[in-house]
């Protein structure tokens, strides 16, 4: 991995925690997910339609990707109902880098080295301890199955992306068509589950839905080039570094509380994002 590429997931990282944390300020977290999608993918649309039509393998991937992503944001949303930011973050993020490790290693060509997986390693123990106060602090457990739901469908939709942009040799495209197709997937789905009422949104919501949409658009876009020219398991790894954005975020926004568990946690994330490097 190149320093260049290196630099701009790190930066990825930081505009996936913020809006994340955008989404957690909304009344409505579900509501606020889906003005997030509608105008991602409006946005997604305008963008694809100024490049050439995919061709027609392309199409299974980004089918596969649309699927991945509208249950993300599900999970995502549901989790965020019934637990904090610093809580949700790193379960909901934290598996994923482990199972595109392991999918990687087994099915794909991509050579990931000892120290890499090392990284990978420290950057799961990091996550995992920063997670575990879930069950320490008396907080909703029932964010942990929907915080591993999303865990699941992030690590299916990163390893389709990674293969799927390869496929498609244009990332910009690819990611259009992900985004206008995980719109059309995951509007319907939450008038299905919520009705009218689970869409229901003030002014503020649209505002910070919207620019939770800019940050999200740009943070996968980033990340999805980078898998184009890095292995996919180690960008995937290093995005999560965005946990510590997160919790610095909860710590400074929502008064999250600063224990001596967080912060040995983020120091091993950011070991994990050293090791990245050598």
């Not at 589950?193 to 003030?202: E, I, M, T």
Request: net charge positive.
């Amino acid at each position: 991995m190149s320093f260049t590429v290196f630099l701009a997931v790190l930066g990825a990282a930081l505009l996936h925690a913020s809006w994340n944390a955008l989404i957690k300020t909304g009344a409505s977290k579900v509501a606020s997910m889906f003005i997030l999608t509608l105008v991602q993918g409006c946005a997604g649309f305008c963008i694809a339609m100024m490049h050439p039509w995919p061709e027609t393998h392309v199409w299974l991937w980004l089918a596969a990707s649309g699927v991945f992503h509208a249950g993300y944001k599900l999970f995502l949303a549901f989790a965020y109902e019934q637990g904090d930011l610093s809580r949700v973050y790193p379960i909901a993020r934290g598996a994923a880098p482990m199972m595109v490790t392991l999918i990687s290693a087994l099915l794909l060509v991509d050579v990931i080295k000892p120290v890499e997986y090392a990284a990978i390693a420290l950057l799961g123990l990091g996550i995992a301890l920063m997670a575990r106060g879930a069950f320490a602090s008396g907080e909703s457990r029932k964010l942990v199955p929907f915080a591993l739901g999303s865990a699941c469908m992030t690590a299916g939709y990163s390893l389709v992306d990674g293969l799927g942009a390869r496929e498609a040799g244009n990332a910009a495209m690819y990611v259009g068509w992900l985004f206008t197709l995980d719109a059309l997937l995951f509007s319907p789905l939450i008038f299905a589950l919520r009705g009218k009422a689970g869409v229901a949104a003030s002014k503020r919501d649209w505002a910070l839905g919207a620019v939770a949409a800019a940050a999200s658009y740009g943070a996968y876009a980033i990340a999805v080039w980078a898998m184009t020219v890095a292995p996919i398991a180690l960008v995937t790894a290093l995005r999560e570094t965005s946990i510590l954005f997160a919790v610095l975020l909860g710590w400074l926004v929502f008064g999250d509380r600063m224990d001596r568990s967080k912060a040995l946690a983020a120091v091993l994330i950011v070991g994990g994002v050293i090791l990245t490097r050598l």
